[in-house]
C-alpha cells in the first residue's frame, strides 16, 4: 500500500479552515470550487464528489472529529475504486492566526498515488487561494 502525505500552511485561523473541511457534505465544493462542480450526500455517510475532469468518487464518512480537526473518509466506488482507501484531513494552528492543513491518502494498488497526488496538489491550490481570499474580504 502507498500513501500520500501533503500539508499546506494557509493564512487563515483554523476554525474558518475547518469550517470547510468538516463540512462533509458541501466541504469539497467549498474546498476546491471549479476544480469540484458538485458535492452531494447520497446516503447519510457517503457523499458523491463530482470534478472538472469527470471523475466521479463516492466517498464513506469514517471520522468526524471536532477537537482535533481532523475528518476521515474512505473512497469506496466511482470512476476510481480503490482495493483499499483511507484519507485523513486535519486542521491544527499553525502561529497567529494561520493553520497546517494535513491530507493524507492511504491507497491500494500503488499505481493509483500519482494521479491522487496531482489531485491533491491542484485541490490544495485552490483551497488556499479560496480561503485566504475570503479571509482578506473578512479582515
Known amino acids: 500500500m ?6 499546506i ?3 487563515a485561523d483554523p476554525a474558518a479552515v475547518w469550517a470547510i473541511i468538516s463540512d462533509f457534505t ?5 474546498m476546491a470550487p471549479g476544480f469540484v462542480t458538485d458535492s452531494r450526500l447520497d ?16 466517498e464513506r464518512l469514517i471520522t468526524l472529529d471536532d477537537e482535533p480537526r481532523r475528518l476521515v473518509y474512505s ?3 466511482g ?3 480503490p482495493e483499499h482507501d483511507n484519507a ?4 491544527v494552528p499553525h502561529g497567529e492566526g494561520r493553520s497546517r492543513f494535513l491530507w493524507i ?3 491500494r494498488p500503488d499505481d493509483l498515488t500519482a494521479a491522487m497526488g496531482a489531485g491533491m496538489d491542484h485541490g490544495l491550490n485552490i483551497f488556499k487561494q479560496t480561503v485566504e481570499s475570503s479571509s482578506e474580504d473578512l479582515g
Do not use: C, N, Y
Request: glycine content about 6%; proline content about 5%.
Open 43 to 58: 446516503e447519510p455517510d457517503v457523499r458523491v464528489v463530482t470534478f472538472a475532469d469527470g471523475t466521479v468518487l463516492r
Open 75 to 77: 473512497v469506496i466506488g
Open 105 to 107: 491518502h492511504d491507497v
Open 26 to 30: 458541501d466541504g469539497p465544493a467549498r
Open 88 to 91: 485523513s484531513m486535519q486542521v
Open 79 to 81: 470512476t476510481t475504486q
Open 2 to 7: 502507498a500513501s500520500v502525505h501533503k500539508e
Open 9 to 11: 500552511i494557509i493564512d
